[in-house]
């Protein structure tokens, strides 16, 4: 497939006459690790976003982006697929969020529907200028998957060309609620803010910003005069240190690194000593793993797996953990989640589980102190 575009991209060339050239093979061999950029200006990531169109289809392709928001750049660019804004099967904000995802992410802005049928809720959203000139910033860069918070809200965030930051938070309730971003999460302490979706200032903020958020929507924000968050330190337990049980054991990956795999469905991994520092309670914890369990259709987790996360033998916590590519042998490193129950000092235990399904292969924790 990848000689196929490549034939036709040296066929365009030698005819002397610019062209956009978009790649189609639905994300079937990844082609964004082709790279993408040498062979096409965009190419499509995954299967079609419908029919029919749903809010299921919009989270697998967000997780299926996720790893691969780095390959953008000007050029080339990754195509999340058509717009389905004013199309039925979506609210108006899920697909107020639709649209400010697709632009963030510098995917091709392609409108499917009806504009002589349109509704005015539908042009406000396709005519928004602050939200397209994030697609169309010089710089080229998409926003990157900074935070999830499961069943709760996702934050990502990008760089701009005037040196400004963009971020997106999404709200993952089936419901409209108060939903709080805290700056830390893109890196700052404070900041001068402003919504995109309405162009209202919000001036200098600090540490967090509350809004209402409307079912699967989201605040959309363009962050400047950015003050650096303090960074955290994590002292890391690798996997295969851990405690193997019910079937979990050890595989190494490009000659390199040894994770842990088949946790989950009875297979636990279990990580002893860990340090709770001086005071113990809830610390921030950063995993490192490998989850190439992509799909192309809709499931209970699309593009994701859960693990669920018991600190000291406590209630276990669900933690959804999205691709970090379409093979397994590639690593994300970094996933951030804040777990509370530990003790001060170094007894402590982190056990890794699923009680129905299989959750990624893991490398390493890191628990910040």
Known sequence: MNFRHETT?????????????????????????????????????????????????????????????????????????????????????????????????????????????????????????????????????????????????????????????????????????SLTFNLADVGFSSATATDLITGTSLGKVTTSITQTAAAHGSMVLKLTNGVAAPTSTFTFYPAASGTLAGGANTRVVNSSITVVGFVGNGGTVTFSNVDGGASGGTKLLSFDYINGDFTFSNTACSNCRNTFVSVNGGTAVQVQMPISAQSWDILLSGYLVSLPGFRAGKTNTITLSNPSAFTPDFYRVGVAV
């Open 9 to 177: 991209t040296h066929c365009y060339t030698a005819a002397g006459r610019p062209i956009l050239f978009s790649a189609c093979e639905w994300g079937v061999q990844d082609p964004a690790r082709w790279p993408g950029g040498s062979v096409a200006n965009s190419w499509r990531i995954s299967n079609d976003i419908g029919p029919p169109n749903s809010w299921d289809n919009i989270f697998r392709i967000m997780n299926q982006v996720v790893p691969i928001t780095g390959f953008a750049a000007p050029g080339g660019f990754n195509h999340l697929d058509m717009l389905e804004v004013g199309n039925s099967g979506l609210t108006t904000a899920e697909q107020q969020t639709h649209f400010a995802f697709w632009a963030a992410t510098k995917s091709p802005l392609i409108i499917s529907t009806d504009l002589t049928k349109a509704y005015t809720q539908t042009l406000n959203i396709l005519k928004n200028t602050r939200i397209i000139s994030l697609n169309q910033d010089a710089l080229g860069k998409s926003i990157a998957f900074k935070r999830r918070y499961t069943n709760d809200h996702d934050v990502w965030s990008g760089p701009l060309s005037d040196g400004s930051t963009v971020a997106l938070v999404i709200n993952w309730q089936d419901s409209s609620r």
